[in-house]
Every structure is written in C-alpha cells, then in structure tokens.
C-alpha cells in the first residue's frame, strides 16, 4: 500500500470511466445550452455566510460543511451545493433578468461514504433568477426530464408538489406543527429534534418509525390560495402538453426555507428507495435578497451524477464512450518515423496513438490491438527504403492477407477508405 490514498468519500476518476463523467456534462450543456442558458462558473469556496443562508434546517449546513478559517482570518466553505453561489452572483452582477444559467461541477458535503453518496461528487443542474411565471417551472422540469432521456433512461418518474404561497405555507406549517406535536410519543427521536427546526422536514422522513404519523398529516392542497392553485394547476397542464407524466406527491417539501410553490424530484425507479433521488428542485424567493440582492423569483435543480449513472447501469444504457483510437502507428524503425506520421494523421483529424521506447514489433502489435484502434500503419526499413508503409485493419477478420502495402503519399486517402471499410464491417 503506498502511504497515501484518497480520503474517505473522495475518489479519483480514473479513464475510461472519465470520459463517460465529461459526456454526461457534455449532454447536460447540449441540453440547456439549446434552450438558452449559459454556463455559470462559481468558486468552489465562498465565505460560509453564503451557505449558511440556505437554511439551518438542513443537516447540509448544520453537519456536513467543510468549513475553515483561511490565512487571512476568513470563515470559508467549500460548497455543499451551486444555488446559494449562483444567487450570490446575481446579486454582485446584477445581470438582466431573466438570467438563465447552468452549472457542472463537484461540491462538498461531509457526508458518511456509501454508494452513491461522496463527500465530494459532480452535480449539474440551472438556475433562472428574476421571473415568476409556471410555464417557466414547466421550461425547467422538461429540461430535467429531457436530460434523462437523452441519456437513455426510461425508469424515471417525475413527482411533483407546490407548497402554495408563503403565506399558504405559514398556515400550512403552523397546522403541521400543531399535529405533530398532538402526536409527538408517535414520532422517533430524530424527527422530534427536526420538529423543533422545521415541521415540513418531519414530511421528509423516511424512516419507518415515522411512516404512520406523515401519512396522516394534514396536507398542503388544503392551504392553497386561489393563486397558488392557479400556479400549480398550470404547470400541471403545461406538463401534459409537453407529455411530461408526473406523480403527485403532496409530502415532497425539499429542505429550503425559501421554497414556494412548484418542488419536484426525479426518482430513479431502479434505485433503492433511501437513495433514490436523482435529483430535484424547486421555485424558490427570498435568497438572492438574504444575500445582498433585489427580492429575485428564482426555480431551479440540480441532479447528481453519480446516482444517474448508477441508474443508467442499471438500465444498461449510457455506457462510457469508445476510448479507442483511429489510427496505431507501429515503427521499427527507431520512432522517427511514428513521431512524422502521427502528427500527419492528427493533423488530418484522426485520433491516432503509437508506441514509445523503440520496443519489438511484436510488442509494438500488442500494443496496437490494445489500443483497440481499427487501422495499424506499419513502416519497417523496408517501407522506409521503398517510400511506402503498410495498412492492416485490426479489427474483424484480422488476416495479414488484407493488409496491403501503399505508397506513402496515398497514406491519408487509404488511412481513410480503412476506416470506413471498418465502420461498415463494424455495424454489419
Ligand atoms: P440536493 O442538492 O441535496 O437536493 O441533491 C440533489 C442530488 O444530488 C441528489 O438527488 C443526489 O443525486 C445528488 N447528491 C446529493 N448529495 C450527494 C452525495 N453526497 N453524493 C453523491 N450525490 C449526491
């Protein structure tokens, strides 16, 4: 063992495992992007005031922090999550509204490690501040939805609440809290101390112990107002025009104090049930004003990316792209050559590797087939005397009777007709 490995819950993303994580990013952005919001990139670390304004309800802020005092006597922390650090922002730019962003990226939560949960692990997620409008909800969920299908998964399920107005809200927690304290022996010890913070979060609970006491609590639609149910029924209809399914789920608070009207989650229905989330969100008020802003409507999510990849195993789809290369280039004549002509290839717009330190041909073959790339190019002194160098697919009926010998010159256009008789072979 060497002295030093990753601290518990972090790890390394070692290739090919890489490439599937920055694909995953990548079809997020094309996502997005094509609906008009651009990247936002934060500091990972801000002064802990920043996220301490998310709530104090939420083990995130009270438990899990990584928070430090910096050489220069500043109470820091690196972020649990991205909401807070977009909302700080806004308020610091003050860019024209509606501002419609999306981020990538690894946040920070001192969390105990299990599968799928890390103390550092990649979210993505939008946030559009300044417009409060529920075919804007809408706009937000469907890119969620749209995002997963993209990656292929179908076992998604879309669950979807309103916590009405604040005032709607007020009413409804002042109720909550009358109940659960009328029935506090029946609540488990965690869920009592909650209590104390936050009713809605006792709705959270998925703890057995506390399973009878929710289901029988009293529940939000009976608060609405009429321009909270307004709110809520429009973007109910806004997602059956989009064909969007959603499941009404009416203890779907999320932790935010700031949350009112729409919340939603996406569950990866092959997941197991703690740890089902994908991902959520919410239209939320009130935070970019807490941090220094104009009082901002705000909606957003943000969804895991370990979770959603557990789930495309899962349902065996999006697998780690193709780390393999076009062109392998094997020289035996030393190394100059592969040097001149891999640049050449590259040049051309292939993705070509070769090897180093001189080795045999043999080994310098190995490598090649390792390299999973469809096309060898071979030059020996032989090749090198006679201005030529030699193709040999690699892939299929690998015979070295269908490799042929061609003349230096014609190394791009022939490099080209293998590959494209390989692809064909390929998906034959
Ligand atoms: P939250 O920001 O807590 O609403 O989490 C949104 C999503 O991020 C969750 O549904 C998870 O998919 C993911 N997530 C949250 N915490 C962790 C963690 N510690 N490790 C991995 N994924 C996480």
């Given at each position: 063992m060497p002295e030093f490995q990753t601290s518990?819950?972090?790890?390394?993303?070692?290739?090919p495992d890489s490439a599937r994580w920055r694909q995953f990013q990548s079809v997020f952005a094309g996502v997005v992007e094509s609906a008009g919001y651009g990247e936002i990139m934060p500091p990972?670390?801000?002064?802990l005031g920043v996220f301490q304004r998310i709530g104090d309800a939420t083990d995130v802020v009270t438990k899990e922090m990584y928070d430090f005092t910096d050489k220069g006597d500043r109470h820091v922390a690196l972020r649990p999550e991205q909401t807070a650090s977009v909302c700080r922002a806004f308020a610091q730019h003050?860019?024209?509204?509606p501002w419609k962003v999306f981020y990538a990226g690894p946040n920070f939560r001192y969390e105990k490690p299990q599968r799928g949960r890390y103390r550092q692990f990649d979210q993505v997620g939008i946030e559009v501040l300044g417009a409060d409008d529920p075919y804007l909800d809408v706009e937000v969920i469907s890119l969620g939805w749209e995002f997963y299908e993209k990656l292929g998964l179908q076992r998604v399920e879309l669950l979807l609440n309103s916590l009405g107005e604040p005032e709607d809200r007020a009413r409804y927690v002042a109720a909550l809290e009358t109940y659960f304290r009328d029935n506090i022996?029946?609540?488990?010890p965690e869920s009592r101390i909650t209590l104390e913070k936050?009713?809605?979060?006792?709705?959270d609970s998925k703890r057995e112990g506390d399973a009878g006491i929710v289901s029988g609590a009293p529940r939000i639609a009976d608060f609405y107002s009429e321009g909270a149910a307004a709110h809520f029924a429009a973007v109910q209809q806004g997602l059956t025009d989009l064909n969007i399914p959603y499941t009404i789920d009416?203890?779907?608070?999320?932790?935010?104090?700031?949350?009112?009207?729409t919340t939603f989650e996406y569950i990866?229905?092959?997941?197991d049930s703690a740890q089902n989330a994908l991902g959520g969100g919410g239209r939320y008020d009130g935070l970019v004003a807490s941090l220094g802003g104009p009082d901002t409507h705000g909606i957003g999510f943000a969804l895991g990316l370990d979770r959603t990849l557990l789930a495309c195993d899962d349902e065996g789809?999006?697998?780690?792209?193709?780390?393999?290369?076009d062109v392998f280039v094997v020289d035996s004549t030393g190394g100059r050559q592969a040097l001149r002509i891999t640049a050449e290839l590259r040049n051309a717009g292939f993705s070509v590797d070769r090897a180093f330190e001189n080795r045999s041909m043999k080994s310098q073959m190995k490598a090649a087939d390792r390299s999973g790339a469809s096309v060898a190019l071979i030059i020996g002194s032989n090749e090198l005397e006679a201005g030529t160098i030699v193709v040999r697919p690699m892939?299929?009926?690998?015979?070295?009777?269908?490799q042929r010998e061609v003349p230096r010159g014609d190394m791009i256009s022939e490099v080209t007709k293998a590959l494209i008789v390989a692809v064909k072979e390929a998906s034959a």
């Open positions: 518990p819950g972090m790890r390394d993303i070692l290739p990972l670390m801000e002064d003050r860019p024209p509204t022996a029946s609540l488990t936050n009713p809605l979060r006792v709705l009416t203890k779907l608070v999320r932790g935010l104090d700031y949350y009112r009207h990866g229905q092959t997941l789809v999006f697998a780690a792209p193709d780390p393999s290369v892939r299929g009926a690998v015979d070295v009777n269908r």
